[in-house]
T-cell receptor, first 115, second 111 residues
Framework: DTGVSQDPRHKITKRGQNVTFRCDPI?????LYWYRQTLGQGPEFLTY????????KSRLLSDRFSAERPKGSFSTLEIQRTEQGDSAMYLC?????????????FGSGTRLTVV | GQNIDQPTEMTATEGAIVQINCTYQ??????LFWYQQHAGEAPTFLSY????GLEEKGRFSSFLSRSKGYSYLLLKELQMKDSASYLC????????????FGDGTTLTVKP
């Protein structure tokens, strides 16, 4: 296993367009998280999956954002009608549990620029 | 909710020791993590504390005081490659177990 993979690495889109990002977590990890990070800020939580179930969503996640994790494997994050304020690094992380030192393993992120 | 504070920037000299502090307020604590993030890259896990005391891992050590809501990351024998942002993150005691991150401390190591 080569870690958490995210695709694409970079995305430039025009305001109003829809974009979709993909995350492939470490295969043994049943927990998957999406975060968003802007310059000079720490990552902000967006949503969490345990297997295929989306168990928590941040209030930051407007109805333009939707995430799925079919079959509990890869996950997709879609942003509809993008706005300039959506420009950020979108990070996916996976983890195998919440006890002990189960830190996140992050993917390399997808950098979104909305023009 | 969670509130995490850490200094924005620090500068240190190659070969020296630096301590990066983190204070937090939380409604439910289930561990504190430190991550390293180089510019343009994803964060990578450095250390984890859930009980009070010091955890040592090579040149890096992390300390936790739960009663004070305080942690620090200690970096010894600084190298130029240690120039990065260091993120303090507190994990919630919930089913999601999600972590809330501070805004990071940008460390610059000078020759």
């Amino acid at each position: 296993d080569t870690g958490v993979s995210q695709d694409p690495r970079h995305k430039i889109t025009k305001r109003g367009q829809n974009v979709t990002f993909r995350c492939d977590p470490i295969s043994e990890h049943n927990r998957l998280y999406w975060y968003r990070q802007t310059l000079g800020q720490g990552p902000e939580f967006l949503t969490y999956f345990q297997n295929e179930a989306q168990l928590e969503k941040s209030r930051l996640l407007s109805d333009r954002f939707s995430a799925e994790r079919p079959k509990g494997s890869f996950s997709t994050l879609e942003i509809q009608r993008t706005e300039q304020g959506d420009s950020a690094m979108y990070l996916c992380a996976s983890s195998s549990g919440t006890g002990g030192g189960y830190g996140y393993t992050f993917g390399s992120g997808t950098r979104l620029t909305v023009v | 909710g969670q509130n995490i504070d850490q200094p924005t920037e620090m500068t240190a000299t190659e070969g020296a020791i630096v301590q990066i502090n983190c204070t937090y307020q939380t409604s439910g604590f289930n561990g504190l993590f430190w991550y390293q993030q180089h510019a343009g890259e994803a964060p990578t896990f450095l250390s984890y504390n859930v009980l009070d005391g010091l955890e040592e891992k090579g040149r890096f050590s992390s300390f936790l005081s739960r009663s004070k809501g305080y942690s620090y990351l200690l970096l010894k024998e600084l190298q130029m490659k240690d120039s990065a942002s260091y993120l303090c993150a507190v994990r919630e005691r919930t089913n999601a177990g999600k972590s809330t991150f501070g805004d990071g401390t940008t460390l610059t190591v000078k020759p």
